[in-house]
């Protein structure tokens, strides 16, 4: 199983006092020497972190895939489009939320979520979109023309008790397998953490998780590299 690491929290820390530092290229760069498969940004619409600045230099720095998690907007598409990621994941976002509350609305945003993906795929980039995993969301994905389906974790990583939990986990393994059938890759994330990530790796068809805000936590006390390699040794074993 491949680990996406998000470095977006390196910079909402340096946000947080309008400094220089600390910078998510050094945490990328990090990320990637400590074995992660892919590195992870989301440039949104109000710049809360990340900046166009950070993905150029990531893009141009790193030697392993970067995805750049997107909205559909059109300033960011045309972005994506110049600096030509590895993979595109399209997300829903809104002003409001302190952070990415669920999967894109792919029956409410069918029209233009098609269109910018048919515009990422002609320049080459892979297209994933972040979505609830629910089987006519995957059918959509498909008949879209994406190539990946990432599975948001939020509710599972939620869940108040271990019945829950392990109900949530049973409907992401549905879901993982449907995709499959249909020749989807599976990936998944969000609000995983050093815990209940135990769970998700048991999703065989589960191929890639994305993580980011649980590592960017832990390596406040141990360092970037000792807590991407912690949670490559869960997911790996």
Do not use: W
Not at 46 to 52: A, F, G, Q, T, V
Not at 53 to 63: A, F, L, P, S, Y
Not at 134 to 152: C, S, T, Y
Request: net charge positive; charged share 30%; hydrophobic share 45%.
């Amino acid at each position: 199983m491949k680990l996406g690491v998000n470095v977006d929290h390196v910079a909402t820390l340096r946000q947080a006092r309008g400094t220089v530092y600390p910078d998510p290229v050094v945490a990328a760069l990090l990320a990637e020497y400590a074995g992660a498969n892919s590195i992870v940004v989301h440039l949104r619409e109000d710049r809360r972190h990340i900046k166009e600045r950070d993905v150029i230099i990531i893009r141009k720095m790193i030697k392993i895939p970067l995805n750049l998690e997107m909205s559909v907007n059109k300033d960011i598409v045309n972005f994506a489009l110049k600096i030509k990621p590895h993979q595109a994941t399209l997300v829903p976002e809104r002003r409001q939320e302190l952070t990415t509350e669920g999967g894109i609305d792919l029956r409410k945003n069918y029209l233009r979520v098609r269109e910018v993906v048919d515009r990422l795929k002609s320049q080459g980039i892979k297209v994933s979109l972040f979505i609830d995993p629910f089987k006519f969301q995957i059918d959509l994905a498909k008949k879209i023309g994406a190539d990946i389906v990432e599975f948001n974790t939020g509710k599972f990583s939620e869940a108040d008790n271990i019945f829950q939990r392990k109900k949530r986990q049973n409907k992401i393994k549905e879901a993982a397998r449907y995709a499959k059938k249909k020749a989807l890759f599976v990936a998944a994330g969000h609000g995983l953490d050093y815990d209940n990530v135990k769970e998700i790796v048991k999703i065989k068809e589960i191929e890639e998780l994305n993580i980011g805000h649980s590592i960017i936590c832990r390596s406040l006390f141990v360092g970037i590299v000792s807590a991407v390699e912690e949670m490559i040794d869960l997911i790996s074993n």
